[in-house]
Structure formats: structure tokens, C-alpha cells
């Protein structure tokens, strides 16, 4: 009989699947698909705002649950229009200069996981490029930080 072999601990994917989601964001805005665009901006936007709180602020990985912040202090961290607001407070006195200014104003106020469900036609293309270049910018600064630029 043979020992089975010792569980590995589960590891993240937030940042692969934020890039995978801006990149098809991208492309769907393209092929104008502006809902299922939106949709999936907001969702790279919350996917790359998790990894870099695992990756490079000290939260851990929760695989019930969003990661948990290092102090012990109690965060949602719910999808990215709820994600948002506690990010200032969360990042304040952890992180350079870019991260802040990225975060000062919440380009997803208006943005909610629930609009996955509709036609995408009040889809404004303004707000659009505002969840897009939100996410792409998520994306550069997730890139920097993992190359130790930030």
C-alpha cells in the first residue's frame, strides 16, 4: 500500500487570471462586446488588486475567502466597486507613490458584478476606457512590482 502523497497548499492564481481577464477586456471592447468587456475589466481589476495584497503587501491567501490582511484587521475585500474604498486605508504607509495615486479616486464607483447579467447596452464607452485603462494600469503596476521596480 502506498502513502499518499502530503497535500500541497493551494496557491493563488489572482494574477494570471486578472492579466487572462484584462487581455480578453481588451479584446471584447474590440469586437464590441462593451458589457462582457466592462464585466471582465472590473474583475481583472479585482484579481490584480488581490495578488499584489498577497504577492507584495503580506496578505495571505485564503482559499475560502478573499486574502486576509497580515494585522488581523477585518477587510470585505469583495468585488472590486466594494474592494476599492478599503484600499487606501489598507495600502496607507505599505506603498509607494504609484500605487496610492492609482487608488486616490475609484474608477469602478459604478461598476457591479451583478450588471453579468444584462445586455451590456448601458455600457457608456467612456466608462469603458475608464475600467479598461484602470486595469491596464493594475497591470503595469503589478508588473513593476514583481520586476522590484516599485
Not at 502506498?2 to 489572482?14: D, L, V
Not at 497580515?70 to 504609484?98: C, Y
Not at 492609482?102 to 455600457?123: K, Q
Not at 476606457?129 to 521596480?149: F, M, N, P, T, V
Request: net charge negative; glycine share 10%; aromatic share 8%.
Amino acid at each position: 500500500m502506498t502513502t499518499p502523497a502530503a497535500a500541497t497548499p493551494q496557491q493563488h492564481t489572482f494574477w494570471p487570471a486578472g492579466r487572462g481577464h484584462f487581455h480578453a477586456s481588451v479584446k471584447l471592447a474590440k469586437e464590441s462586446l462593451p458589457g462582457s468587456a466592462d464585466h471582465l475589466a472590473g474583475l481583472a481589476a479585482e484579481c490584480v488588486v488581490k495578488a499584489y495584497l498577497i504577492d507584495f503587501l503580506g496578505f495571505r491567501f485564503n482559499p475560502k475567502g478573499p486574502p486576509m490582511d497580515p494585522t488581523g484587521a477585518r477587510t470585505k475585500l469583495g468585488h472590486v466597486n466594494e474592494l476599492w474604498p478599503e484600499l487606501t486605508q489598507i495600502v496607507s504607509g505599505r506603498v509607494g507613490p504609484d500605487l496610492m495615486s492609482l487608488i486616490y479616486e475609484n474608477p469602478f464607483d459604478g461598476w457591479s458584478v451583478h450588471d453579468r447579467y444584462a445586455d451590456g447596452n448601458g455600457i457608456q464607452a467612456a466608462e469603458l476606457a475608464q475600467h479598461i485603462d484602470a486595469a491596464r494600469r493594475l497591470c503595469a503596476l503589478y508588473e513593476l512590482a514583481s520586476k522590484g521596480h516599485i
